[in-house]
């Protein structure tokens, strides 16, 4: 076994005494730890930094991020939410396959444990670690940025009893924005993707507000900040503008009034 604390005080230099690919392979299997010492601390930040470096080929990319989309199905809470960490990391290196796609958007949806943070497993984050991925794909030519903000709103109105908290709400919001600065994106979808929105704030119950209404308007106050105000995309576009941005800054106005006229 290899003294992952050494390789990460060592400044991530890979250890030349085995082959990567039993190197990495020792780090996926980390990934699903309940530890958040040896999941976070070791295994993640390891096989980020690697990847970003370019320790790892093309092929070893793919073969990972096979491994991490199939991981999105895991039992264990903090498996699925470390996966899409990993992908957006290779996706971010330039290496994206169509068919991660689909199981990504099934996972996002459908995760029901939305902790941010717990007390024994650490950091689980999935709203946050999927926005992350969300907005990486957002940027990949082949997926249609509609598809990501349709999915970011999906996930936003999945009925849930948790309030989003720790940042997630921005980061989904940030995620968001990256979608809606495709120059490829209509007018028409740059707004209709929050109708499902506006609907649901329509009909709020009288007994009480939601709490993924909640999440959702405080996340599209966030979109709509960055719309006003454009946003550090990467260092190359550090004040990126979204193209449609009157528009949809008009479409949230409305969904706001709907929630609270008598701010207006």
Do not use: C
């Not at 990949?140 to 903000?149: G, I, S």
């Amino acid at each position: 076994m290899t003294d992952w604390a050494r390789v990460r005080a060592d400044g991530f230099a890979v250890p030349g005494d085995r082959p990567l690919d039993d190197l990495v392979a020792e780090l996926s299997a980390m990934l699903r730890s309940p530890d958040p010492q040896v999941r976070d601390t070791q295994a993640y930040s390891t096989l980020a930094t690697w990847i970003g470096d370019g320790q790892l080929g093309r092929d070893e990319l793919r073969a990972l991020g096979d491994e991490m989309v199939d991981r999105l199905a895991d039992p264990e809470i903090q498996a699925r939410t470390f996966a899409p960490l990993i992908l957006d990391s290779i996706i971010s290196q330039g290496v994206f396959e169509p068919s991660w796609v689909p199981p990504f958007e099934r996972w996002y949806v459908a995760e029901e444990d939305l902790r941010g943070f717990d007390a024994k497993l650490g950091w689980l984050h999935a709203v946050a670690h999927g926005s992350d991925l969300l907005g990486a794909l957002a940027r990949v030519q082949a997926v249609e940025p509609v598809q990501m903000l349709r999915l970011g709103i999906g996930r936003l109105l999945t009925p849930t009893e948790y309030v989003l908290r720790d940042f997630e709400d921005d980061r989904l919001g940030f995620a968001l924005a990256i979608a809606l600065i495709r120059q490829d994106l209509s007018e028409e979808d740059a707004t209709s993707w929050l109708d499902p929105a506006v609907r649901a704030v329509a009909t709020v119950p009288t007994a009480g507000i939601r709490p993924e209404i909640s999440n959702t308007l405080r996340t599209m106050r966030v979109v709509y900040l960055l719309a006003d105000h454009g946003l550090h995309l990467d260092d190359a576009h550090p004040n990126a503008q979204i193209p449609h941005r009157d528009q949809i800054k008009t479409k949230l106005l409305e969904l706001f009034r709907i929630a609270t006229p008598y701010y207006f």
